[in-house]
């Protein structure tokens, strides 16, 4: 346990080594902009909450993409699995206006789940009857995603005045309750904290959750075991595709409040190197969300007295992650070499 | 259809592609074909607006394809680390860095006016590289003593290293290749068929070439056949709507992806897929 703290710890320091390492390398000042990133993200309790926002998605698709890698199935399509899921709950508020406000929020986000889970589960199907390679699959879907969210914000889903390409505002009880009338925090950010619990639980506490862990570490022992691989498979890709749709139904019901193209901002995408660096742990996932949901929150910040911007974050993830499997395997190795001196 | 427009189209995918065939066949997967791309495409414009010279910015491009490919084969290959993990890293990379160094020395919309490369008649000169690169491909895997060498590293290492062959080492070459065809890909889609350069504008054509390569069999001529489909598909808006035909121009920009997912669904399971496709090298 002692040794695993050490390990976040170790793992916090060097994030921060690499941010500023980034900014020297790109000839941007480097203290200055870290300043203006710690003030724009925990500077003071709004500037804070903005970091739980920015969290909040990229938690909740990070927590997708660890349980789909778990299982063995690379799961690089959060992008589209989080598009399809708002785009299904904006059908709901669209074509079920009727609906008591009691329950229109929670089939919003009943249809942003299932939207999410058979985006997914559809990769996950074609990888096992079709032997579709998940990778390749996922980012197509992605694309294609998105190119249904632009028709759909442009055609059926559009505002009553047919003039923006934007869904329709979501009536105030359809929301997500918010706490404040100064900022953005809403109620997801708690649902994104019970889902760390809860994935926490159901992959390490249950008996699907070891199937799905044993699959993904080792397919053959899990076939001789009698399990059926293909299937845990897309039962773990539906439950992948039914958190990164419940990610795009909390940011269109407790954020936007409609739907443009621009819904996604690479939530999906991003959520990638916050699950490596999380060591597909939910906790883990959960810090590497934060850190980089402050990125993002103080890159705002950033943005508006120097020329660099959010990008920087992608060289952040990208330099993290190498570091990181460097580290991982370095250490790996030492420990071989230790066991064979012994 | 305009026979020239379609390989306009399809030579940044076919180019990929052909890189991608050597590459794998050598028994790796280049997630970050992606983002070699659109770094090639990044500098290739930057380089050709700062000398004045397209030819400088050619080989910008592909050096900083290269350069990418040289830091994700020290992950995969030097210390055998997931393909899927790294390529995800170099993609990102690619992402942040082109994203950066373009709005930091650019307007936020667009880098164009920069010269682009000369046309040989009706033909780019990366193009005629891209038909020509067809046979040779096909030559160096089947005819080559590399080749051989290079299909058993794909198929039983082990077998290659009983041969006396360093796995790694081909392994590196062929990526080698791979990477310079990713830059001379990206570079394309700047100094040949755009002329602009925009945030992310390679749009999935890396994944697209990677798929043509599982449909093409690893096949050159296949999939170059792949590639051309794909030209087609992105070609036919065009014509499309000339003839005023009225689709949602929504559909006419996924249809790429739509045929290249519908390929991999009707091919089906990997015949013909090297046996040791993916799966990192380590010394016994």
Redesign the interface.
Known sequence: MIKKIGGFLWITLGLVAILLLTFAC?G?PVFRSAGLIAQGSFGTWNDFTRTLVKTTPLLLTALGVLVAWRAGM?N?GGEGQFVIGGLSGAAVAQFAPGLPPSLMLGAILLATVLGGALYAGLAGW?HVK????V???T??????AL??L??AVR?PLQEKKKQLPLTDLLAEGARLPRFSSQNDLHAGVIVAGLAVVIVGIVLFRTAWGYRVRLTGSNPGAAQAAGLRPGRIQVQAMMVSGALCGLAGGIEYTGMTAQIGTDLAQNWG?LA??AA?LGMLHPLGAGLASLYFGALFAGSKNLEAFT???S?????????A??GF??LS?WSEERALRREAEA | MDLFLILRYCAPVGLAALGEVIHEKAGSINIGLEGMMLSGAFFAAWVSLATGNPWWGLAAGTLSALALMVLQCFFTIRLAIDQVVVGTATNLLALGLTGTLFRANFSKTALSNYPTLPKIGPLDPLLIVAIVLVPVVWWLLQRTKWGLAARATGEYPEAVVAAGFGVRKIRWQAAGLAGLLAGLAGSYLTLGFSGSFTENMTAGRGFVAIAMVTFGRWKPQWVFAGALLVGWLEALQFTLQSRSVQLPYQLMNALPYLAALAVLVIVGRGRGAPAALGIPWRRP
């Open positions: 790109l941007i690379y690089i074609l079709r032997g579709v390679q990778v390749v699959s980012i197509l879907l992605n694309f294609i190119e249904v632009d028709w055609g995408f990638i190197p490596l020329k660099a911007g990008t920087i974050v992608f060289v952040v993830q990208a330099v992650v190498l499997v460097w395997r």
